[in-house]
């Protein structure tokens, strides 16, 4: 009888709004009109320009005919224009989908064709390996506008322009949207991004508003976000949105400080000159900070928190960090959950450690943010949750609303990592006895190389291109200056030779240059009694190759 | 064709959880369970505890037959047990109904009765209003449960059981709760909080799931919450659920601190006992720290925030209270929009203005919330945004998802207060030229004294039962000490009389002692052509009386 009382009150516009971020950057517009958002070098919007801005670009985007769920595909860098896509492109409904510039030729025109792009927004620094992949595509409809930045000097700035039209010149195209709506359901797409899996062939991660909206409260309450922070954008846009960190910085009016060098000199100089609070970074480029040489550093004299992710940390960097006056908090995630879902959360009392204990606390994956419902470790036969005992392997498994709706166009692989009614991670780990989860191996084959996943497949694949080459298997190898490198293991078909150096040369032409294999050993490879190669064994003899 | 393949992803599992505070204290027993969650003199409960007594508490209630969508009415003051139910009960997919207790046993039988409660949870403190209400009540089929606090001296201490068991024993009559679960719906009621409205009767106020979980993010993000705070429990929990503070701190496992006496001697011992770094309180409560005697007010040693809501503070007290070293914060909200939903964000350079401007800026109401998705003043009349332009008068209307589902068992009410697609506030604002509102007066006749609601229509029946009156009104009048009063202008009958002492002693035997009009101005009341009596006049009369 109650219970009829209560489901009577149905949901209405007054009081059920759907979740997007898009209500952040309008709450920021409305409160914060006049705090900086976005600073690169010369140019600075306030969040009401920065809105405008945006709604410029959706209107621009919708006089060229793009539609509600129509893809939108950007390759940039950390400019503002990145910026603004994460907001205009989804303005109108539209699905924004970043593209590593790191990618080879083939793979862009792969994920063009695969997302069925219907505009490209490049930046020209990068127009060599675009123009190359668009002749590669058997498509003519792809508008393609070109990001022209004057600020650049040197070789980028004479590259050439492929587009009809350049991306200021599309924001006065068409009028500005007047009345932009958030999407009618927060389950629908927001932005498609293509990673690495265990197959060849990247697969199309498909976000959704409600996630995107919950993952920057999230951060704001994990990460203990101020009002008004003043973020660097360091980690590339191209990578989980970025961690979601546009968004985030729109939630709590933030500014974000746009940078395309990524060097010691670059971070330390941004960080005082713009008195930088917070910045997400690749281990890979902590470690470049903490080894810099004495000219390139600068003493830091506020507090900065770091957020690093992407690989486990080594212990050794970390401390160094920490020495150098930098709060860091190691995250985990995938960019099949946004991001970070789980977070090495400090306890007072590992202050009275020595620093190295606490560095190597510091390197643990940690424990869920406040949003993410679940995440377990589970045997990977029996699926049981493993003891939290630091020495039972299991593989993490994540259930929450900043899990991805599903793989673009490919319900098979969708339905595979949701089989157990959470996300399979693939990501190999154990349990402290004081609940915080540590990995220890992936699952899957995947070399996380500065921070890029490189889908070992993909290498084999190329590897095995070569006429020589029998049998062949790449794992990770490990690297003080990139985390992994990819590592190949070749058996040469009967009376035929290869050096080392022509199997490099050969993935060389064929691959993106982070995903050519740094050693190659020539040996009989491992396998089981049917045939299968044991890659824990390649791994293991990996780990044990001298550090060069 | 795109939106086909991106509309193919369904919810499951794995990346939809329905939004729940629930799933706060999942997490903090999870990755904080040896903390301090709840502290109550002697009483201290870890959040593993916390948890567990919660689990106990559903276990229990559903060994009483409470059943999905039950109503649990709870009668008590700020101790762990009003805690433990925010929690326990939504456990079991009940819906808790906390009720005022200062409220006269008229009112609570008429809650009790309209709420359809199945199980009352009462302190002992209270036993006499509720022991009245019951005998009032033709129900023999609600179960009582006591709570009884060891911890209480004098009187109270005494006070007759009422139940058929006390709490203590309904944690232990139920096998705790091993598998709670999540609401299936995040829509489902998670509480109902009785409102005193225009009209004389309270209208329950539905709160739902999903805003109760978004409330508690965007009050981390709108008060920049850091982890683990230690959180003072002076807002009553019977007041929208104390903001959701309890879900708050659960969502940033800080530590709650629960004390029966609200006084300046009891909060500012809390302070420095309990090193206290948050805590809510009606302005009436700050007046009362500022006010204190020398002897019972203590020097702060540590940053503490405040936030203050419920009527608009003196500036007077707000300037007080920073220079005692407090950092207040005011914002604004209703019951039916969870409590806060709108606050005065601080801006740096104000820091350079003179201290009374300061204060004068902080009794404003603000700008909306993070989670906030709208709140417009809008005339009147026309029902158009008024210009900001800080004189224009307009009523408030708030849209987002931390607004009710509805008034319980009156859908004539909801579809009211909805009809405009936002929620209706009834409260008159002007927008100042930065886009802060400032509320002026309210247009439903709702007077706020010592931060309860008092709706004057049911003061005006009250007063209407005394023979000798014709005509009667009551409006605010402005207290310094409790916001506002109650003030009666009287009509009598010809040739009878009656005195204020008669009128006030009349009202006393009816209504609870804070609905009981402070004054009696006996006059002919001012009317429009068609006889409607002019409340705007009598406010003015009101407020020109001497303050006494």
């Excluded at 590669?136 to 070109?146: A, S």
């Excluded at 259930?399 to 990592?417: F, I």
Aim: charge should be negative.
């Amino acid at each position: 009888m109650s219970n009829q009382a209560f489901e009577g009150m149905e949901k209405q516009a007054a009081n059920h709004v759907p979740l997007s971020p898009l209500s952040f950057l309008a709450r920021s517009r409305d409160v914060f009109g006049d705090r900086d958002a976005v600073i690169y070098g010369t140019r600075r919007y306030t969040w009401r320009q920065l809105h405008d801005r945006c709604a410029q670009l959706g209107g621009g985007l919708r006089a060229l005919g793009v539609d509600q769920g129509d893809v939108v595909s950007i390759i940039a860098a950390n400019t503002p224009e990145m910026v603004e896509a994460h907001f205009g492109v989804p303005m109108i409904g539209a699905v924004l989908n970043t593209i590593n510039s790191r990618l080879d030729p083939e793979t862009i025109a792969y994920i063009l064709d695969h997302a069925e792009t219907r505009v490209l927004i490049t930046d020209m620094l990068f127009s060599n390996a675009v123009k190359d992949a668009l002749a590669r595509l058997d498509r003519q409809d792809i508008v393609v506008v070109d990001i022209v930045d004057t600020q650049i000097e040197g070789p980028g700035a004479s590259s050439e322009r492929l587009g009809q039209l350049d991306y200021e010149s599309l924001l006065e195209t068409g009028p500005a949207l007047q009345d932009w709506a958030l999407p009618r359901d927060e389950w629908d797409a927001i932005t498609l991004n293509y990673t690495s899996g265990t197959s060849g062939r990247p697969k199309g991660v498909v976000y959704h508003h409600r996630g995107s909206y919950l993952m920057a409260l999230g951060t704001i309450a994990g990460w203990s976000l101020p009002a008004h922070p003043r973020y660097l954008y360091t980690v590339p846009m191209f990578h989980c949105n970025g961690w979601g960190h546009a968004w985030t910085m729109a939630a709590c009016a933030g500014t974000i400080i746009c940078n395309r060098i990524i060097s010691a000199e670059a971070i330390f100089g941004a960080i005082n000159q713009h008195k930088i609070t917070h910045f997400g970074a690749a281990p890979v480029v902590l470690g470049m900070l903490v080894n810099a040489p004495e000219e390139q550093r600068q003493a830091i004299d506020h507090p900065v928190k770091v957020m690093t992710a992407g690989a486990p940390p080594p212990a050794a960097i970390l401390q160094k960090m920490n020495a150098l006056g930098f709060d860091v908090l190691q995250v985990y995630g995938l960019t099949e959950t946004f991001g970070h879902v789980v977070e090495c959360v400090w306890r007072d009392e590992w202050n009275q450690l020595p620093a190295s204990e606490q560095a190597a606390i510091k390197a643990r994956q940690g424990v869920r943010f406040p949003v993410t419902e679940e995440v377990q470790v589970v045997n990977v036969i029996t699926r049981d949750p493993v003891p939290a005992d630091a020495e039972s392997e299991g593989e993490i498994v994540i259930r929450g609303n900043t899990v991805m709706k599903g793989y673009y166009r490919d319900p098979e692989a969708t339905a595979a990592s949701f089989a157990e009614g959470a996300f399979r991670s693939g990501d190999i780990a154990v349990v402290h006895p004081n609940g915080y989860i540590e990995i220890k191996d992936r699952l899957k084959d995947v070399i996380i190389s500065g921070g890029e996943n490189i889908s070992s497949v993909e290498v084999e694949n190329a590897i095995y291109q070569h006429p020589a080459v029998s049998v062949c298997a790449v794992v990770a190898r490990p690297s003080e200056k990139w985390g992994e490198t990819p590592c190949a293991f070749v058996e040469l078909k009967p009376d035929v030779t290869a050096t080392e150096h022509e199997i490099i040369a050969h993935c060389r032409a064929r691959l993106a240059g982070f995903k050519t294999p740094k050693h190659v050993i020539f040996d009989e490879l491992p396998k089981t009694a049917t045939g299968k190669i044991q890659k824990f064994v390649l791994r293991q003899r990996a780990r044990s190759l001298k550090q060069t």
